[in-house]
């Protein structure tokens, strides 16, 4: 499997459920993010999570890290239909230094929320 | 809104046609990136830019020519290109963190490429 890979491929909710997305990842990270990306349009940065926190909230997000699983999972609560759009997560993979926000991307979730 | 704008937003060319794209970035950051995006393949990073100065290229074809004047600029400079590099290309921006590594990008709404 590819670093950053997203699971499941497409979801689909009704307005007000909770969806959860799934990332895994292979080497080591100093941090994984999360970005959102409207059907065609440019990755909106949602939330970073680095490698020595274990959740974060923003909003209705709530993200988690498990370094020991090198997984992540994204979390949007109560959702809308607003919130359709494919979701990605992407790993910072250095260990020092600058990176240069050489992050690597997986294939993203695409999230279809009916009204 | 990002503060990232791309140039043109569509874009059809022959395989003959040399065109170029333009990223412009208004948020007074010093690194600059190319991603290209292709159907049902993750973003792959094309290259990166750091103070104006190249420091990735990312085994990238060189029928796609980069070029940095500034560090609010960023061209991505397209000939004889194949099909297949039909793509959505996005550009994005991030301030260098120096000691603090890693952190947020900020990408332009993207061009689309056709090449017929």
Redesign the interface.
């Known amino acids: 499997s590819q670093q950053g890979e997203e699971d499941p491929q497409a979801l689909s909710i009704q307005e007000g459920e909770n969806a959860t997305m799934n990332c895994s990842y292979k080497t080591s990270i100093n941090n994984l993010q999360w970005y959102r990306q409207n059907s065609g349009r440019g990755l909106v940065h949602l939330i970073l999570i680095r490698s020595n926190e274990r959740e974060k909230h923003s909003g209705r997000l709530r993200v988690t890290l498990d370094t020991s699983k090198k997984s992540s999972s994204l979390l949007i609560t109560a959702s809308r239909a607003a919130d359709t759009a494919s979701y990605f997560c992407a790993t910072d993979a250095y260990a020092g230094g600058t990176s240069y926000g050489k992050l690597t991307f997986g294939q993203g979730t695409i999230l279809t929320v009916h009204p | 809104e ?1 503060g ?1 704008t ?1 140039t043109p937003r569509h874009l059809v060319m022959g395989m003959t046609n040399k065109k170029s794209l333009k990223c412009e970035q208004h948020l007074g950051h010093n ?1 600059m ?1 190319w991603y290209k995006q292709s159907a ?4 792959e ?1 094309m290259f ?1 830019y ?1 103070l104006e100065e190249r ?2 290229n990312n085994s990238v074809p060189s029928r796609f020519s980069p070029e940095c004047p500034n560090s609010s600029h960023l061209f991505l400079h397209l000939h004889t290109l194949q099909p297949e590099d039909s793509a ?1 290309y ?1 550009c ?1 921006s ?1 301030p ?3 000691a603090e ?10 061009s ?1 490429l056709t090449v017929l």
Do not use: H, N
């Open positions: 990002t990232v791309q690194a990136y049902k393949k993750p973003l990073l990166v750091s420091v990735e959505l996005l994005a991030s260098l963190q120096g590594v890693g952190g947020e990008l900020f990408f332009g709404e993207g689309r």
